[in-house]
Each structure stands twice: as C-alpha cells, then as structure tokens.
C-alpha cells in the first residue's frame, strides 16, 4: 500500500519555470526522500531530509517538511526540458524498518523547451 | 565505482511458472532490497537483505522469495506466477542497514505474464 498522496499527479510547464511538487504522508518518518525516475528507468536520489530538518537545498532543487502536517513539497528552479520526469516522494519510518521505502505514486513532470 | 545493475532487462513468462531476477549491489553496499512497481504507481517494498539475512518483508505472498550471497548480490524468485506480477522489479542498494542513506536503484527487469 502506498504511504500517501503526491499532488499534483501530473505537472506541464514550459522551461525556465519553476514546478512545485507536494507529498502527504500517514505516519511517522525518521527521514523523507525524493527520487526522479526517467521513462523506463530506475529511480535516481535527489535530496534525502530528516524529520528534525525543516529545509534542505542542492542545486536547484528545494525541498521542505512539515511533520506537523506530515507533508512535503519539492521545489524545482529554472526546470529544463531534462527534468521531463516522474518524482516520487518516499518515506522512510526508521527503527526496525530502517531503509524499507513506502513510495507515493508520484507526479508526472513534463517541461516543455 | 560500479553502480547496481539488474538482469534479464525483459522476461516474459506465463502463469504458473517460476522466475528469477538477478541484481548485482553497487560497490561497497551490504545492503539489498526489492521492490515491484506496476504501471503507472510507485515501487512498493517487497523485502530486504542486510549481510545475507532477510531484514524485513513488506505486503508480498511467500511465493515472493529472496537471497543475498557472500558478495551481496541478490536474487529474487517469484514462484507460481500470477498475471498481476507482471511490473517492474527494481533492486537497490545502500550501505549498513540504511538509517538515514539514501538507495542506489537499478534500472529494473519489465516482467510480463502472458
């Protein structure tokens, strides 16, 4: 079962805007990551950010956490027509299950050149 | 540095039958776990293997098996294939048990049931 929700589930903007992706969640984390998934590829890590963690910044991307709202968002800047993507928001509850990722479904970023 | 690679790419098989995926860890990592992701939805965790020892199973039936060897590459069988296994399976690897370390995926194996 899915941990949460990922809004909006597709996102269509033209390139050097910015895309903003939120991410719900149910229980209680240790840490939240997100991930990019290009078309018929593995997933690649982007930002991991711990549940004592309010921002994190790496390149252009932004990411925040409310663990009072259990809810995420991540900020791409000046998006490219290479972050044509899905993003994926997964949530890691720690303790004894450390490491054992419950994805959202992930929303569907298309930047248009 | 090697990073996570998976084998078959593709595999179609019919109902009934047995499979098995194969996944080499990426450098360094002691640290395997499976997912299943159908179209269109997110990976859902099928289990984990920490230095050779399952370390957690997710919502998966038994026919759902799995091993890690010395080198800590791993194999995940799926037995009496059902048509809603047909998804992709992606292995990842991370260091220690994964407090905290980001998962290094494999692009996957697309496996189809007929």
């Known amino acids: 079962s899915q941990q949460g929700e990922e809004d909006p589930q597709a996102l269509s903007i033209q390139e050097g805007e910015n895309a903003t992706m939120n991410c719900s969640y149910k229980t209680s984390i240790n840490n939240l990551q997100w991930y990019r998934q290009n078309s018929g590829r593995g997933l690649v890590h982007l930002i991991l950010i711990r549940s004592n963690e309010r921002e994190k910044h790496s390149g252009r991307l932004r990411v925040t956490l409310d663990t009072s709202k259990k809810s995420s968002s991540l900020l791409i800047t000046a998006s490219r027509a290479a972050d044509t993507a899905s993003y994926f928001c997964a949530t890691d509850a720690g303790g004894t299950s450390y490491g054992k990722l419950t994805f959202g479904q992930g929303t569907i970023l298309t930047v248009h050149p | 540095e090697t990073g996570v690679t998976q084998s078959p790419t593709h595999l179609i098989k019919t109902r009934g039958q047995q499979v098995t995926l194969r996944c080499s860890s990426q450098?360094?990592?002691?640290?395997v776990s499976w997912y299943q992701q159908a179209l269109g939805q997110g990976p859902q965790f099928i289990f984990q293997y920490y230095r050779e020892e399952e370390n957690g199973r997710g919502n998966f039936p038994p026919r759902f098996s799995g091993l890690q060897f010395p080198n800590y590459s791993s194999e995940l069988n799926v037995n009496a294939l059902e048509l809603d296994d047909s998804a992709l399976y992606l292995c990842?690897?991370?260091?220690?048990?994964?407090?905290?370390?980001?998962?290094?995926f494999g692009d996957g194996t697309r496996l189809s049931i007929l």
């Open positions: 450098s360094g990592h002691n640290t």
């Open positions: 990842a690897s991370s260091r220690g048990r994964g407090e905290g370390q980001p998962q290094h």
